[in-house]
């Protein structure tokens, strides 16, 4: 599942900060989000709550949160593509028989299931041989 976590890490992963709940708006991001900005004497982390100083805005991040959560399905299923893909390789090494058609069919299906499908909410799986 996305989280703000997920984006603030797409938009820039190396950034370090503290984060308070789900921020669902402007204020609230505002409010509870503070990036470390150096180290104290204590080597402790110094925090900025000011918005001048965050690495992008609310509408960045919620736009970037958005595109992430409209993604997921197809990234999920083409985890789960690939997975069923792995299942097989050994059917394509070079110490084994050649693999037969039912099985080049099969992997070319798992292959081109992203073409006619966008989530395993809806995903018909080919038959494995």
């Given at each position: 599942?996305?989280?703000?976590?997920?984006?603030?890490?797409?938009?820039?992963?190396?950034?370090?900060?503290r984060?308070?709940?789900?921020?669902?708006?402007e204020?609230?991001?505002?409010?509870?989000?503070?990036?470390?900005?150096?180290?104290?004497?204590?080597?402790?982390?110094?925090?900025?709550?000011?918005p001048?100083?965050?690495?992008?805005?609310?509408?960045?991040?919620?736009?970037?949160?958005d595109?992430?959560?409209?993604?997921?399905?197809?990234?999920?299923?083409?985890?789960?593509?690939?997975?069923?893909?792995?299942?097989?390789?050994?059917?394509?090494?070079?110490?084994?028989?050649?693999?037969?058609?039912?099985?080049?069919?099969?992997?070319?299906?798992?292959?081109?299931?992203?073409?006619?499908?966008?989530?395993?909410?809806?995903?018909?799986?080919?038959?494995?041989?």
């Amino acid at each position: 599942m996305i989280d703000l976590d997920d984006a603030i890490r797409a938009l820039s992963p190396s950034t370090q900060y503290r984060i308070v709940g789900e921020p669902t708006n402007e204020t609230e991001f505002n409010a509870n989000f503070a990036v470390v900005t150096g180290i104290d004497k204590e080597n402790s982390a110094i925090l900025s709550t000011s918005p001048e100083d965050f690495p992008f805005t609310w509408l960045q991040l919620k736009t970037k949160y958005d595109e992430l959560v409209a993604a997921e399905p197809l990234r999920l299923l083409r985890k789960e593509r690939d997975a069923r893909i792995a299942e097989t390789d050994y059917w394509s090494l070079s110490d084994t028989t050649d693999m037969t058609s039912d099985q080049t069919t099969y992997r070319q299906a798992l292959r081109d299931i992203t073409k006619t499908y966008q989530s395993l909410d809806d995903v018909v799986w080919p038959t494995k041989p």
